[in-house]
Nanobody, 122 residues
Framework: QVQLVESGGGLAQPGGSLRLSCAASGSIFSLNAMGWYRQAPGKQRELVATITRGGSTNYVDSVKGRFTISRDSAKKTVYLQMNSLKPEDTAVYYC????????????????WGQGTQVTVSS
């Protein structure tokens, strides 16, 4: 049974910083691409950032230069460092991972965390 557990959300002032973490646990053969998505009230869930096993990253334009995604493969953890936060960054942030469960089948399955609230307000 695979779980993704997020932490690090909360309240920050405009211009402030927060760091999100997402740890994967369970029976995992291979942890492939990981990413962060967010969903603001009344809006669709959007991709924020992704990182491959090799460390290649991709960001939505609105967070480029402010957010940094990274991962620690040994800890099966992905991070999102968020700097220069803006009120429009307020959303529930979700961790996503593409996971291979068994070496007998290289099928990837997408898993989601439960979400963590980030609120940016003065």
């Amino acid at each position: 049974q695979v779980q993704l557990v997020e932490s690090g959300g909360g309240l920050a002032q405009p211009g402030g910083s927060l760091r999100l973490s997402c740890a994967a646990s369970g029976s995992i053969f291979s942890l492939n691409a990981m990413g962060w998505y967010r969903q603001a009230p009344g809006k669709q869930r959007e991709l924020v950032a992704t990182i491959t096993r090799g460390g290649s990253t991709n960001y939505v334009d609105s967070v480029k230069g402010r957010f940094t995604i990274s991962r620690d493969s040994a800890k099966k953890t992905v991070y999102l460092q968020m700097n220069s936060l803006k009120p429009e960054d307020t959303a529930v942030y979700y961790c996503n991972a593409l996971i291979v469960l068994s070496r007998l089948s290289l099928q990837e399955y997408a898993y989601w965390g439960q979400g963590t609230q980030v609120t940016v307000s003065s």
